[in-house]
């Protein structure tokens, strides 16, 4: 793509004159393509000047912290450090119900964890990052803080995305964000110029506060987490096996904190309803739900009813963006 090869030329250049010779930078991985793609960008300015850290904040899919810590290391050769911090992160969570609420306690744990890391680096290595690197996209930026006269007066209230302008005014780093006035599909073709594997690539979304915004309620309780990642799982495996994973733009099970009574085997049983959610998008900013066959759906939500115990109930989400949001909290 001869314009995005022109794009990365410019930002290789700008961060070099931006960092200059000597300084170092940090930057979060969220194991998205965005922060994943502008770190190997940086990288490729910085080397060893750059420091990643990838935190395990307990909200994650099946098996993310390793899947993608293999990516990093193996594929993209990132110094990355695995910071496990669920403990802590599940039990400032406790009790916690409000989406809003929630998600301030996700991003507040987040900044925490983030600035020890910091405080780390310079304690144990003597290394004091002057910047911060962001995979901040276009829609982020103007989804969390709208243009005057553009109309959307109120979107900024709508939610709070943690990873713009989150930062307390301590963590004195100056921003790199490489992809500020870009859209997902323009990130992507720098992925590729930059020799990220298409597969990590072409991953959907995943948002900042995880599995925390969609299991709904209070996702401490029982064994929610679990539950909803062996569901999710099904649900993203089966969605690969029949081909469509390219077709959709992002699917995700959500845990919803009811009940429903159902019969399997010859018992009666009283247990958890999973959502399912898949959207077409250009963006995230609209969406369309995503017409499955009756054949998938078929086959999904029997998969899910006899592998996943205490599931006796799939339903699919059937809206699109606008009314609803992608995420259910
Ligand atoms: P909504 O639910 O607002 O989501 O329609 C639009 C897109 O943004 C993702 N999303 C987030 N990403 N931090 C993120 O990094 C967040 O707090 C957050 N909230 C939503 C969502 O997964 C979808 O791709």
């Given at each position: 793509?001869?314009?995005?090869?022109?794009?990365?030329?410019?930002?290789?250049?700008?961060?070099?004159?931006?960092?200059?010779?000597?300084?170092?930078?940090?930057?979060?991985?969220?194991?998205?393509?965005?922060?994943?793609?502008?770190?190997?960008?940086?990288?490729?300015?910085?080397?060893?000047?750059?420091?990643?850290?990838?935190?395990?904040?307990?909200?994650?899919?099946?098996?993310?912290?390793?899947?993608?810590?293999?990516?990093?290391?193996?594929?993209?050769?990132?110094?990355?450090?695995?910071?496990?911090?669920?403990?802590?992160?599940?039990?400032?969570?406790?009790?916690?119900?409000?989406?809003?609420?929630?998600?301030?306690?996700?991003?507040?744990?987040?900044?925490?964890?983030?600035?020890?890391?910091?405080?780390k680096l310079e304690r144990e290595l003597g290394i004091?990052?002057?910047?911060?690197?962001?995979?901040?996209?276009?829609?982020?930026?103007?989804?969390?803080?709208?243009?005057?006269?553009?109309?959307?007066?109120?979107?900024?209230?709508?939610?709070?995305?943690?990873?713009?302008?989150?930062?307390?005014?301590?963590?004195?780093?100056?921003?790199?964000?490489?992809?500020?006035?870009?859209?997902?599909?323009?990130?992507?073709?720098?992925?590729?110029?930059?020799?990220?594997?298409?597969?990590?690539?072409?991953?959907?979304?995943?948002?900042?506060?995880?599995?925390?915004?969609?299991?709904?309620?209070?996702?401490?309780?029982?064994?929610?987490?679990?539950?909803?990642?062996?569901?999710?799982?099904?649900?993203?495996?089966?969605?690969?096996?029949?081909?469509?994973?390219?077709?959709?733009?992002?699917?995700?099970?959500?845990?919803?904190?009811?009940?429903?009574?159902?019969?399997?085997?010859?018992?009666?049983?009283?247990?958890?309803?999973?959502?399912?959610?898949?959207?077409?998008?250009?963006?995230?900013?609209?969406?369309?739900?995503?017409?499955?066959?009756?054949?998938?759906?078929?086959?999904?939500?029997?998969?899910?009813?006899?592998?996943?115990?205490?599931?006796?109930?799939?339903?699919?989400?059937?809206?699109?963006?606008?009314?609803?949001?992608?995420?259910?909290?």
């Amino acid at each position: 793509d001869w314009t995005m090869a022109e794009v990365l030329e410019t930002q290789l250049k700008l961060v070099a004159e931006q960092v200059g010779p000597e300084e170092h930078a940090i930057c979060a991985l969220s194991g998205g393509v965005d922060s994943t793609v502008a770190a190997t960008l940086i990288h490729r300015v910085l080397g060893d000047r750059l420091h990643c850290v990838f935190v395990d904040h307990g909200l994650l899919r099946y098996k993310e912290a390793e899947r993608v810590m293999a990516t990093f290391t193996e594929h993209l050769h990132l110094p990355v450090t695995l910071v496990d911090d669920s403990a802590k992160m599940l039990a400032k969570l406790k009790g916690l119900t409000d989406p809003e609420a929630k998600r301030k306690c996700i991003g507040g744990h987040f900044i925490e964890v983030f600035d020890e890391y910091a405080k780390k680096l310079e304690r144990e290595l003597g290394i004091k990052p002057k910047f911060l690197v962001q995979g901040t996209l276009y829609p982020d930026v103007i989804e969390s803080c709208p243009p005057p006269g553009s109309g959307q007066k109120h979107s900024h209230t709508i939610k709070s995305h943690h990873n713009v302008g989150g930062l307390p005014k301590d963590l004195q780093f100056k921003l790199i964000e490489p992809f500020r006035e870009l859209f997902k599909d323009e990130v992507r073709a720098i992925g590729r110029l930059l020799g990220v594997p298409e597969a990590f690539i072409r991953r959907h979304p995943f948002p900042g506060p995880g599995m925390g915004v969609r299991i709904l309620g209070d996702v401490t309780v029982g064994d929610r987490l679990d539950v909803l990642r062996a569901v999710d799982e099904i649900f993203i495996e089966t969605i690969k096996e029949f081909g469509l994973y390219d077709q959709i733009w992002q699917a995700f099970a959500v845990f919803l904190p009811i009940k429903s009574v159902g019969v399997q085997g010859d018992q009666r049983t009283h247990s958890h309803v999973v959502g399912l959610r898949a959207v077409t998008s250009g963006d995230g900013m609209t969406a369309d739900w995503y017409p499955f066959t009756p054949d998938f759906l078929r086959t999904v939500s029997s998969r899910i009813c006899n592998k996943v115990r205490s599931v006796n109930r799939v339903v699919y989400d059937i809206t699109s963006k606008p009314p609803s949001t992608i995420e259910w909290e």
